[in-house]
């Protein structure tokens, strides 16, 4: 009888612990996307990250024109799926650099680094027609 008080509030904390993991439910964070500026959006699977080498190089060679652009680059993982389709992105690698919702410069599957800086560099060489 002294451990009933016991056995009781141990298989209460154990029901507790059981539902409340039932529910727990992962919170993303939304993609928050600048649109005043343009923004880099980079789609990185780490199960294919030799494909994405030219990437990487490429990355750290705009860094060096264009900073901002760089730390203020998205990336998007394959475990944040759900944020691929804003994008139409089916496939990583990939890079996107966007303007007020509009898709400037698209690079998708394995190239080499020049066909990545190459596009991107002309883009942000472009002046920004205010409306």
């Known amino acids: 009888m002294k451990g009933l008080p016991l056995l009781l509030i141990t298989a209460l904390l154990l029901v507790l612990l059981v539902t409340s993991s039932c529910n727990h ?9 600048d649109h005043s500026v343009k923004q880099l959006i980079f789609f990185t ?5 030799k494909q994405e080498i ?5 990355i ?3 860094k060096r024109s264009y900073p901002e652009l760089i730390k203020d680059m998205k990336v998007i993982t394959a475990a944040e799926a759900s ?3 804003n ?8 890079m996107l ?4 919702d509009k898709v400037l410069v ?3 599957g394995t190239v080499s680094k020049d066909k990545i800086i190459y596009p991107l560099d002309k883009a942000m060489d472009k002046k920004i027609d205010n409306p």
């Not at 439910?25 to 996307?33: A, F, N, P, S, T």
């Not at 030219?54 to 490429?58: E, L, R, T, V």
């Not at 650099?97 to 007020?100: K, R």
Request: charged letters at 35%.
């Open 83 to 85: 944020h691929i389709s």
């Open 45 to 49: 699977d780490n199960k294919k990250y």
């Open 60 to 62: 750290i060679e705009l």
């Open 97 to 100: 650099l966007v303007y007020q």
């Open 54 to 58: 030219s990437y990487y190089d490429a």
């Open 106 to 108: 698209e690079i998708k």
């Open 25 to 33: 439910q992962e919170v993303k964070e939304e993609l928050k996307i």
């Open 87 to 94: 994008y139409e992105v089916e496939n990583y690698p990939a």
